[in-house]
Every structure is written in structure tokens, then in C-alpha cells.
């Protein structure tokens, strides 16, 4: 069943044309990728998804609903199954874990204190974080624990479908590694839809169910195994990481 459909897409900056009429659909339950080099305009297009940028040209529905139609309250509730997670998605220094992953919840819900600081714990606990980091600030983590605690706070809001917008860009190999796993985990025990924009070979091949490949147009739409046996030198290289992402 599609959550998302996104139909004859175009996006254009003065003469500078992003999306050439993109059209695609998310399945419920998957994790599905959005890639394409740098400046394809994969930040953009999940930026419109989300509402935080205007649809200029086509149209997007989210669970079968036209989104540039919606009522400012049918747009808050919408907006609430989602969680985004930005490229460079940064913590607030001046709260200490804790604090960080129950920021959302404050702010969106009438929780009582003690059941926002109950779920803060059980998402550290979900993102594999032992209890002692809680009461730690953002300068004294490791890049992958800071993208494990915006992790951990996008998905205390038990979003319907987490955006992440190059969720290991700038991680060593190693917490790369962790946070690919810790997606397919996520997959595995949480009902939720995962749309992710990443440039990382592993994610894409042990990560992602599907995925497009924009380029102005989307020029691939299909799995890792379709991809592989496609005879097209762009994504026969955008694959073997030879071409700049
Ligand atoms: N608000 C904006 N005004 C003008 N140009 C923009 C704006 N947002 C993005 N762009 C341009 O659109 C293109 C796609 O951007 P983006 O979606 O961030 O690319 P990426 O695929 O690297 O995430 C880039 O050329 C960028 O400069
Ligand atoms: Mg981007």
C-alpha cells in the first residue's frame, strides 16, 4: 500500500530546474531511498514531503490526501505522524541528553514530566545507549552517539514515517556501520515507514528495500538487485561509488 505518492514533480529555482516531472510512490512499511548526486535535489524534495517547502509544480498525497490541500489543522495532523531528521540535524548544546530526546515531546504533547522522561529512556535504550550517557551534553559525545540521540528523539515521537536526511554522513566506518544497523533493527521492530537520502554504498545495498535515483529526472526506480543489472553507465557507476555523489 503506497503512503506517499508523489506525481509529475517539477521544482525550479530562477532557471535552475531540479526536478524535471517526478513521479513515485512509498510503500507502508518500507525503507525506501531518495539518492542522486550532489545538488540533485534530494534535501528539496523531502523538504516538500514534509511541508516545509512549497510544491511548486505536480502533486503530493500522504496517505491518500493531497498535502498542498490540506486545512491548517489537517496539516498539523499530519504533520505529527512524521519525524525529520535534517541533514547536519544538530542537538541543542545547552540540554544534555535526556533533555535533547524529550525536546519534541514537551513541545508537541501534554504528557505528564515523568512519562516524557520514561519514553526519553526507553528511545535511548532503542538506539543502544547505555543509561549513563543520559545526563551527558551533546560536546562530550562521539559523532555517532549525537546521531544516535537525533535518532532516538526523532523517533520518540512514534512517527507513521521518519524522514533522514544523510543519517551517517560524516560517521567513520565503523558508526556507519552501527547506525546501519541500527536501521534494519528499527525495521524489524517498529511499524513505522523510513524515507532516507544517503550517499553511503552499504546503506543503499544492505539498508534500503527500494529506492530512486534522481538527476533532474528520476532516471532509476527499483531495488539494489534491479540496479546491479542495469546497463546504464550513471548508475552502474553511482553504485561503484566511481561518480562524485
Ligand atoms: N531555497 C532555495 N533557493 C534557491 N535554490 C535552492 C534553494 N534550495 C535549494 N536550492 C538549490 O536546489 C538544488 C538542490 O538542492 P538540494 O535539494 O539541497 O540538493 P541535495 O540533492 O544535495 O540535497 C541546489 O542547486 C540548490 O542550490
Ligand atoms: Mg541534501
Redesign the pocket.
Known sequence: MSIIKVENLSTA??D?L?HNNISFEVNKGEIFGVL??????????VKQIVMLNEIQKGTIKIFDKDISKLSLDETKEIKLNFSYLF?FGALYSFLNVIENISVMLKEYTNLPKDLIEKIAYTNLDIVGLPKRVAKLYPSELSGGMKKRVALARSLAMQPKILFLDEPTSGLDPASTQQINELLLYLKNSLDMTTVI?THDLETIKTVLDRFIIIKKDKIFDGNISKAMNSDDEFIKDFLTNKKAM
Do not use: A, C, T
Open positions: 529555482f530562477g535552475n531540479v542522486g548526486g550532489s545538488g540533485s535535489g534530494k534535501s528539496v524534495l541533514q537520502i
